[in-house]
């Protein structure tokens, strides 16, 4: 593997503070961009993987207490969230740690077209609110947080378009997964660590930097935009990043 914190830092503070600005005002994104250039410097997907989450230990800590700071957080919907992605993340890790996650990813991709596409369309029509107590809450949780540990990201797209499809209000549901997050990944973290060691993982120094500076604007961004247009572009950054991975 490349020797990243030596050769690469002012990259990947570059790449940190771009992925957590999208992450954080859209909800999705570091994992899957992240991800994908360590995998190009032929980066192991468990040490990938193990490497994103470390990282976000750091970047989803700020962006949540930023996220909390406006306003944007239901406290009920991260409670229902938050148990079942930390359950489902533990899993993932440990799954990833002794099996090639990589044969599964096809069909992760295809499922995010098709939420992306779906959330295109909403973008465009009225509203169908739903309450906090969606009964799909707690499994796309465990799902998100299951997904994200085996792809190296998946808990904004699985969670975030999950949520939003079924009509939730986009605001709060960026704002309590950003927050959510924070303990999913700091679970998948341990569990990698548990079971690969600290090998390599202070490459992420970089991602860290970036990510931490970034933080806060994301979650500026999010308050400051209207929402449909946040909708298009969550919708065609889950469709081109799912598709790219797909090909």
Not at 1 to 30: C, E, K, N, R
Not at 50 to 79: I, K, Q
Not at 182 to 192: D, G, K, L, P, Y
């Amino acid at each position: 593997m490349p020797d990243i914190l030596s050769t690469d830092l002012l990259l990947f503070i570059a790449v940190g503070f771009v992925a957590q600005i999208i992450d954080g005002a859209l909800g999705l994104a570091f994992g899957v961009l992240t991800t994908t250039i360590l995998l190009s410097l032929g980066v192991p997907p468990a040490v990938a993987s193990a490497m994103v989450h470390v990282t976000e230990c750091f970047t989803t800590a700020a962006s949540g207490l930023s996220h909390a700071y406006h306003r944007n957080v239901d406290w009920r919907l991260v409670a229902r969230l938050a148990p079942a992605g930390m359950l489902g993340g533990a899993i993932g890790a440990y799954v990833l740690s002794n099996i090639d996650g990589s044969v599964i990813a096809p069909f992760i991709s295809l499922y995010l077209i098709g939420i992306g596409c779906f959330i295109l369309f909403r973008a465009f029509r009225p509203k169908w609110p739903r309450d906090v107590r969606d009964w799909i809450v707690p499994y796309v949780g465990g799902l998100g947080g299951l997904m994200d540990a085996m792809g190296g990201g998946g808990w904004g797209p699985i969670v975030t378009s999950t949520l939003l499809g079924r009509g939730h209000d986009l605001k709060k549901v960026i704002g309590s997964t950003n927050l959510t997050e924070f303990a999913v990944t700091t679970v998948i973290s341990a569990t990698f660590i548990l079971a690969l060691g600290w090998s390599e993982l202070s490459a992420a120094i970089g991602l860290i930097i970036g990510g931490v500076l970034a933080a806060p604007f994301g979650a500026l961004v999010l308050k400051r935009l209207p929402v449909k247009p946040l909708m298009i572009a969550v919708s065609l950054i889950i469709i081109v990043t799912a598709a790219a991975r797909l090909l």
